[in-house]
């Protein structure tokens, strides 16, 4: 399972990555929302763990709607709203 996480705090991304990684999955790390554009658009993520509160991008700018098309793992529900977990 390939999993992106996109934090720009250096000690808790490390400290995530690490964990996840014991767990055998293979984790990308983007320090910033623009990074974690980047690394999205190139790769197909099973999973994102996004912080909100970034430099360059925000989290909520990160998934927000670019026609023509939403970034990787934004869902969207039967009639075109966003879903989200909770």
Known sequence: MRLLLV??????????????RAESFAVDVADDGA???????SYEYDLIILDLMLPQLSGE??????PPQQPAGADSGADG???HGG
């Open 61 to 66: 700018e990160l998934f927000a709607p670019h």
């Open 7 to 20: 934090e720009d705090e250096k000690k808790l991304s490390e400290l995530v990555a690490r964990a996840l």
């Open 81 to 83: 709203t966003r879903c």
């Open 35 to 41: 990074r974690g554009w980047e690394l999205a658009q």
